[in-house]
């Protein structure tokens, strides 16, 4: 038995050595350690008919046989796992140019962000700076800043979140911002005349919400201050705006609206760019559709911003940003923008 067991080992070490693929270093495994009908396993059965020393040598035979056997076969799988892989390496090759996640996972603007953007970019192009401002901001400038001093009756056309307890030194009350007017005096105290801005952010209000108000929205708060600024410059402004907006053919009508930070005031509308001016159900059938508020600025307001209103003047402007939105793409509840539903924000 020691003669085949040695004779086992050499024959089978040889062949290991001369495999060149892993489904043949498996059958080779099994015809030698198989449960049933392996060469090993059939030589190890033959221990129980061999008694005394004989019994005990020919058993740390197998044992060393098994041993070099399994440890020859385990050298052999790794070295053809390392060939495997370097014709994986020699015929895959990765791309590093394209993305590591598939470009739908990735997340996009939300539509919001992706209208104020062509906003920015065409205010941009006429030469306005784009200005940001808190959104937890003093009663002053929030209000009293803007010509709307504390008992003013134009207070009660907002509803607003007072905040208490923000500020234990002082007794100035803070508001949660009604409007981006508020940066409208900041900018004029920091920058001085002249100046064209515009000022896109969240606003608050404290409402019930439905179909067509939200506690929170977005604007856009537009301004230019010079010399000699009249309301013909505003009116050619904001044509180039809306025409931009929504096409060489719209027209712009300017009807008279009070707005306590301008004087005059006015509305402004545009020709339906759904119906073109023939009336439809986003219109409600008058042909026209209200998108701003705008009026030159008020004498007290360029006091505030330490402008001297005998030298300059200036308009204002104000957009409903996520009014805008929702005329753009046809969306008929407001509160969608700030429901966080996927199924609604992966449509932009």
Known sequence: MQTQLHKLKEETLLAIQAIKEKIDLDALENKIFGRKNGQLTELMGGLKDLTGDARKAVGVLINEVKTAIENEITAKRRDLSAEDWKKVLATEKVDITQPALPREERGHLHSVSIVQKEIEDLFISMGFMVLDGPELESDYYNFGSVNMPEGHPARDMQDTFYIKGHDDKSDVP?????QTSSVQVR?????????????PGRVFRNESTDARHEHTFDQVEGFVVDKNISFAHMKAALETVVQSLYGSETKLRLRPKYYPFVEPGVNGEVTCFLCHGNGCRVCKNSGWLEIFGAGLIHPNVLKEGDIDPKIYSGFAFGFGLTRLVMLKYGIDDIRYFQSGDLKFLKQF
């Open 187 to 199: 900018a004029m105290q920091k920058y001085g005349a002249p100046l064209r801005a515009i000022v």
């Open 174 to 178: 803070w508001v949660m911002r009604t």
